[in-house]
């Protein structure tokens, strides 16, 4: 590792947005807060980059997010309920979400934008390389995308996005990457980035999913970034800016993933999503199988 390619150490997750596509259940409970099986959404995030190696985590938080924070401080009260019971595993799981990583806090005033938000956590991050991860993309840890971006941005420098290509009908539903192929053959360089373009206009079938890690120059450019698709501050507007002038922050590279993503963004993407969890554990895989295929075999 060069000095001009620092260790990534910082990871920033906004979870600001409303979730207002899951009303009325997130009218009083932050949409992050959801349990997918028996955990929150947000805490597979914040586990995701406490396994890629960043111990340092903002989130990026709006009104109403105190549970939020709750969840990822101890609770003395529980843990010492749980102890006099002798109640060993449930009280691990207790404690493990508040040991993952330092956590801290910021909230974004305004809901301006996801470019909006990153630049909210310009003043924690500094002049370093950093991660966003997207709460509504689950990435399945047997999967490491985050880990293998941070070894392409430690290789490259500049800034690193994780795509995944999809059926062009679905295209308009994502920012879109046009990409020039490189020697990795799931790496791609970034040629410029759309957001949400029609299918007859985007430039590939590449969508942007919900990681990306970031060059600190994206700061600067964020602040110069004007209102644009939604009325919003677009991080892919300030990242088109990258991929156009290499000289500003170095360029941008692109991570064809290809592994497994749950997206809970979606009231019938997340029922899946915790179907396919549910599937896959040791503990609730067997006995829900068999009920999911007698379920089905009977509703058909």
């Not at 963004?265 to 896959?280: K, M």
Request: charged share 25%; glycine share 8%.
């Amino acid at each position: 590792m060069t000095e001009s390619h620092p260790r990534i150490s910082k990871a920033v997750i906004p979870a600001a947005g409303l979730g207002t596509r899951f009303l009325p259940a997130t009218k009083a409970t932050p949409k992050e807060m959801l349990p997918v099986v028996d955990k929150p959404a947000i805490q597979y995030v914040v586990e995701e980059a406490a396994s890629a190696g960043l111990d340092d985590v903002l989130m990026i938080t709006g009104r109403n997010k105190r549970p939020l924070e709750d969840h990822f401080d101890r609770n003395y009260e529980l843990e010492s309920a749980l102890q006099k019971k002798g109640d060993a595993a449930r009280l691990a799981k207790v404690q493990e979400s508040s040991d993952l990583a330092t956590m801290h806090y910021v909230r974004q005033g305004d809901p301006k934008g996801l470019g909006h938000a990153v630049l909210c956590a310009a003043p924690h991050v500094g002049h370093e390389p950093f991660a966003v991860l997207l709460g509504d993309d689950l990435i399945d840890p047997r999967d490491p995308l985050l880990k293998r971006m941070i070894e392409v941005q430690e290789q490259h420098g500049g800034s690193v996005i994780a795509l995944m290509e999809v059926a062009p009908e679905q295209i308009h539903m994502y920012g879109c990457a046009a990409v020039e192929t490189t020697a990795d053959g799931d790496v791609v360089k970034v040629t410029g980035l759309v957001e949400k373009p029609d299918a007859a206009d985007a430039p590939s079938n590449y969508a942007v999913i919900g990681r990306y890690v970031l060059d600190p120059h994206i700061f600067g450019i964020l602040r110069e970034t004007e209102p644009g698709r939604g009325g919003e501050i677009q991080l892919t507007d300030a990242l088109q800016q990258l991929a156009q002038d290499e000289k500003v922050g170095g360029p941008v590279h692109g991570v064809v993933f290809k592994g497994r993503r749950y997206d809970t963004g979606d009231r019938g993407d997340y029922l899946r999503a915790i179907v396919r969890l549910a599937c896959e554990r040791e503990d609730l895989g067997p006995d829900f199988r068999t009920w999911l295929r007698s379920y089905v075999a009977e509703e058909m």
